[in-house]
């Protein structure tokens, strides 16, 4: 059932496509579709058709990188968001970057210094805040870990979507420096 249905969500687009063959939002949305397809290929061609066409490159290979990291394909993600950052470094993008570059447990120098970037543009956003935590954890410098998450926590409202998460991040943090 699941399969029909990314079926026929396939070939609503290519129809979609067939009317605006040049809109880059439609070809994201295309090749995410052959992603979660496996089709791999089709979709690279299809993010190629978009970055070609896109009147925001930066835009384009960000939503790009989102398509590859929701298809749990890390690295491709960070090819995207490096495309991106390099043309349009907002904030999201960079703190995406970092978060992925964490994720994956690759380039934690480069993530550090994304992840500052970020938190430099918006330095009471908690989840930038909790990607430089994080990527700091992960380089072993846990106090400095609780410090920045402390302060996520203190600006995130008990009721706030991220409270819960933030102390479940400080707990994790804790039981590891106090190792």
């Not at 995207?80 to 380039?107: C, H, I, K, M, Q």
């Not at 400095?144 to 009721?159: C, F, G, K, Q």
């Amino acid at each position: 059932a699941e399969q029909e249905r990314l079926d026929e969500a396939s070939r609503v687009l290519d129809h979609a496509l067939q009317l605006a063959p040049r809109d880059s939002r439609l070809l994201v949305a295309a090749g995410g579709m052959r992603l979660r397809r496996l089709l791999p290929q089709e979709a690279e061609d299809l993010f190629e058709r978009a970055l070609e066409v896109s009147d925001d490159a930066g835009f384009t290979a960000s939503r790009i990188a989102m398509a590859f990291y929701n298809s749990g394909d890390r690295r491709r993600a960070i090819h995207f968001y490096e495309r991106a950052v390099t043309v349009r470094p907002s904030p999201l993008t960079l703190n995406n970057l970092a978060w992925t570059y964490a994720e994956a447990g690759l380039d934690l120098d480069r993530a550090q210094e994304l992840s500052l970037r970020a938190v430099k543009t918006a330095a009471d956003n908690v989840v930038y805040l909790d990607t430089y935590a994080e990527v700091l954890h992960l380089l072993g410098r846990h106090r400095r870990a609780m410090a920045i998450m402390a302060l996520a926590i203190e600006l995130e409202p008990e009721d706030g979507d991220q409270y819960d998460y933030l102390l479940q991040q400080m707990q994790k943090f804790r039981s590891v420096a106090d190792l």
